[in-house]
C-alpha cells in the first residue's frame, strides 16, 4: 500500500483538486491510501473563528468559509449538500462558543477540525466522480485514538494495531483526515499545526506502507527555504537523520514529528510536487552513515526564530555535571524542551523551544546563580554528510564574519550530522542567504 499525503495548497482550489484525484487514480495499483489537509488558509480562518467567537464576536465569520468550500463544490460539479451536517455543526459550535465567551484548547481543536473533515469528503466525492471507489473517513473512524494533549495530542500506542487492521479490511480508496484525532471519549483532538504529515506517517507505520508520498506545492525538500533563497534547488536524497534535524530547526516543508514513525519501520517518505508531478522530488531513507558517504559537505540550511537563550552563571558549581543535571532537571520539570547548550566549568547557556513555562522555571535557576534570559535569537541549522570535515566550519563562520553577522552557541551534532549556532533574529534570513550562496551557489 502507499500513503499519499496532499497538503492544503494541494487541495487549495477545484483544478488542484481534480489533479490530485488524477494522481491517486493513475496510482490505484499501489492501492493508495490517501491523507488530505485543509483547504489552504482554512485551518488558520477557523482559529481566527475560534477566537472571535470566544469574544462573543464574528456572528458573520462562519460565511466566508462555507462559502470558500461551496465555490470548490460548485466547480467540480459535486452535490451541493455534500458538507451540509459539517456546516451545521460549525454554526453550532459558533453560537455555542459566542453564548459561552469562552475557548479552552478542547474547544480550539473541535473548531479546527472542520478543514479536514471537509476537505477530506470534497476530495472522496471527486474521486467517486471520477470512476474511482473512495469514501471519506475523519482519522479516528480508523482507529486513530489519541491522549487528551489538546493542541498537540499523540496516537495511543493500541492505534497502530487498529489502523491497520480496518483500513486493511477496506475495498475502497480511503480519503482520511491529517491532523486530527479522538480520545478514548470520544473528544476531538489535533495533533499540532501542519500535523497532516505526521498522520500521514503514523498510518504508513500502521498499515506498513511501501512509500509515504507527502505531495506539496514545492519541488521536495530543499537547499533551504526558496521563499528567502530563490536559487534554492531540491536535495534528491536525505536520510531521516537529516531530515529530522532540518524540519525540527525550522524547514517549515516536513512537520518534524512526521520523521520517526517512518524511521522506525524503515519506510520511505517521498517529498513531491503536486504542481510537477513527474518531478523526483526528495526521498528520505534509512542510513545516514551509508547516504554520507555520497554526500559533498553541506547539503542545507534551516532557520527557526524566536528562540530565547538562557544563561546561568553559577560558580558554586566547579566541578563535573553537577550544574548541569541540576539545570536540565528544572527545564524537564517543567516540560520545556532544550536545543543547544553550550557550557563552561561554571556556567551554561541553553536555547529552549518555548519560553511559555519559563516564568515556573526561573525561581529555580535563581537558587543556582546569575541568571540571563535572552530574548530574539535564532537558530541557524546546516546538515549534511560532511559538515564536521575540516575547514567547513572555519568557511562557514568566515563567510558570516565577511557579512559582520556576529554567531554564538555553536554546536554540532556528534555524528556530524549537523552544525547549529545562534545569530540575531534580524540576522537570520541575511546569515541563510550569505551561507547558501558560499556552499551551493
Ligand atoms: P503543505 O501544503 O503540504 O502543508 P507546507 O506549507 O507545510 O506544505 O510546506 C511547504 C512550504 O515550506 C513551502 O512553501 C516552502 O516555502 C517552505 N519551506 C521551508 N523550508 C523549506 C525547505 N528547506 N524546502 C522546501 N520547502 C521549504
Ligand atoms: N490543516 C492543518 C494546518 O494548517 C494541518 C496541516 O495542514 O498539516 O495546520
Ligand atoms: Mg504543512
Redesign the pocket.
Known amino acids: 500500500m502507499l500513503v499519499m499525503k496532499f ?2 495548497t494541494s487541495v487549495g482550489n477545484a483544478q488542484r483538486i481534480e489533479e490530485v484525484c488524477s494522481l491517486v487514480r493513475s496510482s490505484l495499483r499501489r492501492k493508495p491510501v490517501v491523507v488530505v ?2 483547504v489552504a488558509t ?3 480562518a477557523l482559529t481566527a473563528l475560534a477566537k472571535e467567537c470566544a469574544q462573543g464576536r464574528g456572528a458573520r465569520s462562519v460565511q466566508p468559509i462555507i462559502d470558500r468550500h461551496g465555490e470548490v463544490i460548485a466547480a467540480l460539479g459535486l452535490d451541493r449538500s455534500l458538507l451540509e451536517k459539517e456546516y451545521d455543526e460549525l454554526r453550532s459550535l459558533a453560537a455555542k462558543t459566542r453564548k459561552r465567551k469562552k475557548l479552552d484548547k478542547k474547544a480550539m481543536d473541535h473548531f ?1 477540525s472542520f ?2 473533515r471537509m476537505s477530506s469528503r470534497i476530495v472522496a466525492a471527486q474521486l467517486r466522480k471520477m470512476g474511482v471507489r473512495a469514501g471519506a473517513f475523519p482519522a479516528w473512524e480508523l482507529g486513530m485514538v489519541t491522549n487528551r494533549e489538546f493542541g498537540s495530542a499523540e496516537p495511543l500506542e493500541g492505534s497502530y494495531a487498529t489502523m491497520k487492521e480496518k483500513i486493511g479490511a477496506l475495498k475502497l480508496v480511503p480519503v482520511i483526515t ?2 486530527i484525532g479522538k480520545t478514548k471519549k470520544g473528544e476531538i483532538t ?1 495533533l ?6 505526521y498522520t500521514a506517517a503514523i498510518i504508513g507505520a500502521a498499515i506498513g506502507a511501501e512509500t509515504i508520498q507527502i505531495w506539496k506545492e514545492v519541488d521536495g525538500i530543499m537547499t533551504t527555504d526558496p521563499r528567502i533563497v530563490p536559487e534554492a534547488r531540491v536535495v534528491p536524497e536525505l536520510a531521516f537523520e537529516e531530515a529530522s534535524e532540518l524540519a525540527y530547526f525550522g524547514a517549515k516543508v516536513l ?1 518534524p514529528k512526521a520523521i520517526l514513525p517512518a524511521m522506525k519501520k524503515r519506510i520511505p517518505v517521498q517529498v513531491l510536487n503536486t504542481f510537477k508531478p513527474k518531478g523526483k522530488g526528495t526521498t528520505i531513507v534509512s542510513g545516514f552513515a551509508e547516504r554520507a558517504k555520497g554526500s559533498d559537505t553541506v547539503e542545507a540550511f534551516t532557520f527557526k526564530k524566536n528562540t530565547t537563550i538562557v544563561h546561568v552563571y553559577s560558580p558554586e558549581f566547579f566541578e563535573g555535571s553537577g550544574l548541569l543535571a541540576h539545570v536540565f532537571g528544572l527545564f524537564e520539570k517543567y516540560d520545556t524542551g532544550i536545543d543547544i547548550v553550550s557550557t563552561s566549568v561554571a556556567s551554561v547557556s541553553l536555547t529552549i523551544d518555548t519560553d511559555e513555562r519559563l516564568e515556573k522555571i526561573l525561581p529555580g535557576l535563581r537558587k543556582l546563580g546569575q541568571v540571563e534570559v535572552v530574548r530574539g535569537k535564532a537558530i541557524v541549522c546546516a546538515v549534511g554528510g560532511k559538515v564536521n570535515a575540516a575547514g567547513v566550519a572555519g568557511r562557514m563562520f568566515t563567510a558570516l564574519g565577511r557579512d559582520s553577522i556576529p554567531v554564538e552557541m555553536i554546536s554540532q551534532a556528534a555524528s556530524g550530522i549537523s552544525m547549529t549556532f545562534v545569530v540575531n533574529n534580524e540576522d537570520a534570513e541575511e546569515a541563510i542567504k550569505v551561507l547558501h550562496k558560499e556552499y551551493i551557489g
Do not use: K, L, W
Not at 499540532?192 to 504529515?197: E, I, K, P, Q, Y
Open positions: 497538503g492544503g489537509s485543509a482554512v485551518t488558520d479546527q478543514g479536514e491529517g491532523f489535533t499540532g499545526r501542519g500535523g497532516s504529515d512537520h
